[in-house]
């Protein structure tokens, strides 16, 4: 038999029924026993993925409808030219009637034997062909320089789509497997549909049973069309059409400029349609530029190193880091646990249509960005029972800042305030762009755990040890540059390392997932995969610290106010902070930046007073009132003291001349604004700070 071409893909149904032999001559075989056999290419949402996928084993799936009695042996053999090539035992244990095998040997016939006893020979039970498929090829587009999708006002481009910058060009990878022995050359070809007479051509080797590879140059895109289609083609020797792809492209004609540091309100495209699922159960789309108030926008904090933060109406308003691969991070908010009165959970992702969610932008200065997000957490049916959320984000130039809740709520509430979760595009599939180490815990002092996911067997790692610990979450298995998330007052370790989703007894994530969030409406809570994965995007949790495990807050007071309703009660605010950033900074400076954050340096100061309070951790600024033009401080740090920053209250608004231990630092080295002052230094023993200041 032929093992390189089958036509077709099929599904056969064997009924087959045990005959007599030495072990089962007693026993009463009621019914015979049915054996379903299928063939399927691989669950999608499993590896490999993109280009891999070529030439990938096809899997068995054995079904039996009922617990085999008394047989001891039941094999899956693989034959090619009538010779035995693989052989598994399967084994059908009780209420699990389904064996899979991955027919890696690429046999062209395989058969269902078994054996009553280990001595008995083998009774084959069922044979049938396996039908690999006589041509298979992939196309994976990719921009020929990487633009992180918010530097071309994009955001979650859809994982299936090409996004370019106008006259970008893109590079087109593709793999072919042929089985046609009939079959041995052919051609690729690549061109954009608004310009079918410039076509990208190359010869491609179709040797049967053997991946042949090519890369096409399509040229660049149009400079003016906002959308289009690239297509890919594999053609016969004659020119007959073999295999065609058509992949969406995005084109943003005129990029936005974004300022090398600051922050800019604007609306973020995004060309795919909101999904929405109505009371009935049924799903429709909700065209994105009519999916809120068009009063509102959407933020983006702009970082030298590159990054960028973004406040997005499709997330509710809930910040995260917006990486250059096109995932994002975000370290939650704070959701309450529900009361008995409401739907699903009680948390911003709930606000869709942003009722209670707004962003502001407080300050953007050339020394510092602060920007402003409150919201109250509601439940599915936008319920909210008085309790309310201020966010407060400061950025420096630097890339690092912090996170600032502050949380007023009755006092009998609990909150969970903290957890780790990746943002993935719609049609962008878990295992293929999580790395394993997802995680690492670097306590202060020195000690380090990786954790890597699935996280079976490693509750040890995330046993608190009493020291604060700094947290780096790995977003994209392409990402140098990590999440970074630490505050001093924290001793406990996240509560849950979140498990992994199956589906048909497989493993299809690394982490819980969910696509009732972000974008998406209409959808609770899930607990399982499900193919809206190709119609929005989605998220992955990693860790949650839990109802029970908040940091001990900065400050607390309980006093009557007024609640989000308007009511007068007793209420209790809390506010907490943690040090927050972008970075491939490597472990001893993470625990230099985590040190600093900990502790401020003491000082010796002339020409200034300290202010009422001397040291703000929330924005991790030491507070002086000028008194003169020349101002000295003497830093003193107790292990390290990294980018200080100062606010001078009273100060003359220019600064002539920044000098550390007498030497004058470039304006590059530090950024003041009339009010902060900035340094881009680290400092490890004492060291003399001398401010030039003049009207």
Not at 290 to 304: N, T
Not at 323 to 328: L, Q, V, W
């Amino acid at each position: 038999m032929n093992c390189q071409y089958f036509p077709a893909f099929a599904t056969v149904f064997l009924n087959i029924a045990f005959l007599s032999s030495p072990t089962l001559a007693n026993e009463k075989v009621q019914s015979p026993l049915k054996f379903q056999i299928q063939i399927e290419s691989g669950h999608t949402w499993r590896p490999p993925f993109g280009l891999d996928r070529v030439g990938r084993p096809l899997e068995a799936v054995v079904t039996v409808s009922q617990t085999p009695p008394v047989v001891r042996e039941i094999f899956l053999v693989g034959y090619c030219d009538g010779k035995e090539v693989s052989r598994h035992k399967l084994v059908f244990p009780d209420q699990v009637r389904t064996a899979r095998v991955r027919l890696e040997a690429y046999p062209a016939e395989i058969a269902v034997l078994f054996k009553s006893n280990p001595n008995d020979k083998p009774v084959e039970l069922a044979r049938r062909g396996v039908p690999w498929p006589a041509f298979e090829a992939e196309a994976v587009a990719r921009p020929e320089r990487i633009i992180n999708p918010v530097d071309l006002g994009t955001i979650l481009v859809p994982d299936d789509w090409l996004l370019l910058a106008g006259g970008q060009k893109a590079q087109v990878e593709l793999v072919a497997l042929n089985r046609n022995s009939k079959l041995s050359s052919g051609q690729a070809v690549a061109w954009y549909e608004s310009a079918p007479g410039r076509r990208a051509t190359t010869a491609m080797r179709l040797t049967p049973g053997q991946k042949t590879k090519t890369i096409l140059a399509p040229g660049p895109c149009s400079r003016t069309l906002k959308r289009d289609t690239l297509h890919v083609v594999i053609e016969s020797g004659n020119g007959k059409e073999l295999w065609h792809k058509q992949i969406q492209v995005m084109i943003v004609p005129e990029p936005p400029k974004w300022p090398e540091f600051g922050v800019v309100e604007t609306k973020l495209r995004y060309d795919a349609p909101i999904s929405v699922r109505k009371s009935d159960g049924k799903f429709s789309f909700m065209n994105y530029n009519h999916g809120w108030d068009a009063k509102l926008k959407d933020v983006v904090v702009v970082l030298p190193n590159g990054q960028r933060f973004v406040f997005w109406r499709g997330s509710s308003y809930i910040p995260f880091w917006a990486s250059r691969h096109n995932t994002g991070f975000c370290y939650e908010w704070a959701e309450s646990k529900p009361p008995a009165d409401a739907s699903d959970a009680v948390e911003p992702l709930m606000d869709k249509e942003l009722r209670y969610g707004r962003v502001r932008i407080m300050e953007s200065t050339t020394a510092r960005v602060h920007v402003r997000w409150s919201y109250q957490s509601c439940d599915f049916n936008y319920k909210v029972w008085g309790d309310s959320a201020v966010e407060d984000y400061y950025f420096y130039p630097d890339g690092f800042g912090t996170r600032v809740l502050t949380l007023q709520s009755v006092p009998e509430s609990n909150y969970e305030v903290s957890e780790f979760i990746v943002l993935t595009p719609q049609s962008m599939y878990p295992l293929s762009v999580l790395p394993p180490n997802l995680l690492d815990v670097l306590f202060l002092d020195g000690k380090k755990n990786e954790l890597t996911f699935p996280s079976h067997g490693q509750a040890e790692k995330l046993q608190s040890r009493g020291i604060p610990a700094i947290f780096r979450v790995h977003l994209h298995k392409n990402e140098p540059l990590t999440a970074i998330y630490f505050s001093p007052l924290d001793k406990k370790l996240p509560e849950i390392a979140y498990g992994p989703f199956y589906d048909k007894s497989q493993l299809v994530t690394p982490v819980y997932w969910g696509s009732h969030w972000p974008l998406a409406r209409g959808n609770t809570t899930g607990g399982a995969i499900d193919a809206r994965v190709s119609l929005t995007p989605a998220h992955n949790s990693i860790v949650t610290w839990g109802y029970y495990h908040r940091p001990t807050p900065l400050h607390t007071t309980h006093c009557e106010m007024l609640d989000a309703l308007g009511r007068s009660k007793t209420m209790v605010t809390q506010i907490w902070a943690w040090l927050i950033g972008m970075s491939d900074a490597d472990d001893a400076r993470l625990l230099q930046w985590a040190h600093s954050f900990s502790k401020p340096p003491s000082l010796d100061v002339n020409g200034a007073q300290f202010d009422v309070e001397s040291y703000a951790p929330d924005r991790r600024a030491i507070r002086l009132v000028v008194e003169g033009n020349h101002v000295t401080i003497k830093i003193k740090p107790d292990s390290a003291c990294v980018n200080p920053v100062f606010e001078l209250s009273d100060a003359p608004k220019k600064l002539s001349r920044v000098l550390l231990d007498g030497r004058v630092l470039d304006t590059k080295q530090y950024a003041w604004d009339g009010k902060t002052l900035w340094l881009n230094a680290t400092i490890t023993k004492p060291t003399n700070l001398q401010l030039e200041l003049s009207e």
